[in-house]
């Protein structure tokens, strides 16, 4: 994931449509998010989500978008917890570890601190802050699968600014942006 979306590099033609949305996706900056999933004995999986949303105030809800080529996205079909945690704008190493090594052939989880949470996800031990939820609806968006997530715990830790989007590293998913 280059920190400037470019639509028609990743595989659809340049046009007036795709060059005016890529204009605006540019102006746009957002908290690069680590998603976690689990709860089913020892499967889960983790990845740098870049659609991720608050779309409820009351009742709370998050929608969260996982790219359907990726390995979390088959363990998010059947996980009943989910965590979505914020980075710092030092943990560069983990967002690298989240978005350009793939759960088909490491385990994420040996290379950072982490525990289980209410609903069984993997909640990363250090991050700015973090909430895990529950999927209570599930539908697809594209190349992405929606997930609707109501919370049921969170918390804060390390302190200073969140990861960005547009201030991250330059990162380079594990698996081809669509299949």
């Not at 204009?23 to 999933?37: E, G």
């Not at 989240?98 to 993997?122: H, L, M, N, Y």
């Amino acid at each position: 994931m280059a920190r400037t979306a470019c639509l028609y590099s990743h595989g659809m033609e340049a046009n007036p449509t795709t060059e005016a949305v890529d204009a605006f996706i540019q102006n746009v900056d957002y908290p690069l998010y680590v998603l976690t999933v689990g709860g089913d004995g020892d499967q889960r999986s983790g990845c740098i989500v870049g659609f991720a949303s608050q779309c409820s105030i009351v009742p709370p809800r998050f929608l969260v978008c996982v790219s359907k080529v990726n390995h979390t996205y088959g363990v998010a079909e059947r996980a009943p917890g989910f965590a979505l945690h914020l980075l710092t704008s030092e943990q560069t190493d983990l967002a690298h570890i989240f978005a350009e090594e793939t759960g088909d052939q490491i385990d994420k989880f040996a290379q950072c601190r982490w525990r289980v949470g209410a609903t069984g996800a993997p909640i990363l031990e250090e991050c700015a802050a973090w909430l895990e939820g529950e999927p209570i609806a599930r539908f697809s968006v594209g190349d992405h699968q929606a997930f609707v997530i109501e919370p049921v715990a969170g918390g804060s830790g390390l302190p200073g600014p969140v990861l960005t989007y547009r201030d991250g590293p330059d990162l380079h998913p594990a698996h081809p942006v669509n299949g």
